[in-house]
């Protein structure tokens, strides 16, 4: 590899991080948009640790400029936060119900 190609390559990565980063960014205020309610932090309000004296930052708090400002980990521990509470409100796993079907065509296949 030559100089050239290097300085190509290492563009093409940039410009990945770079669209990555704006679809985790985009990711985010979707889901807040979407579920406004879904607790994304905690906050103390006090200056003693209790349990009660902390306050759950909602997802509606987010808004364009904000994100624009976080760091893209922290962008991942919002969305990750969200999925949570979004599969905490639907608590059926279709997923599961998929595997399952797929296991016992295997073992109809494999019994003709």
Same mark, same amino acid.
């Given at each position: 590899?030559?100089a050239?190609?290097y300085?190509r !390559?290492?563009q093409?990565?940039? *410009?990945?991080?770079?669209k990555?980063? %704006?679809? %985790?960014?985009e990711?985010l205020?979707v889901?807040? !948009?979407e579920?406004?309610? &879904?607790?994304? &932090?905690?906050?103390?309000?006090?200056?003693r640790?209790s349990?009660?004296d902390?306050?759950d930052i909602k997802?509606? #708090?987010? *808004?364009? #400029?904000?994100?624009d400002g976080? *760091?893209y !980990?922290?962008? %991942?521990?919002?969305i990750?936060?969200?999925?949570?509470?979004v599969?905490?409100?639907h608590?059926?796993?279709?997923?599961d119900l998929?595997?399952?079907?797929? !296991?016992? #065509?295997?073992l109809? *296949?494999n019994?003709?």
């Open positions: 590899m030559y050239q190609d300085r !390559e290492y093409d990565l940039v *410009n990945k991080m770079y990555l980063d %704006i679809q %985790i960014r990711r205020l889901l807040a !948009e579920y406004p309610n &879904a607790p994304i &932090a905690k906050q103390a309000y006090t200056t640790n349990p009660d902390f306050i997802a509606s #708090s987010l *808004n364009h #400029s904000y994100v976080l *760091n !980990e922290l962008c %991942i521990l919002y990750q936060a969200i999925e949570k509470y599969a905490a409100q608590p059926h796993q279709q997923l998929f595997k399952k079907t797929r !296991e016992d #065509s295997v109809r *296949n019994r003709l």
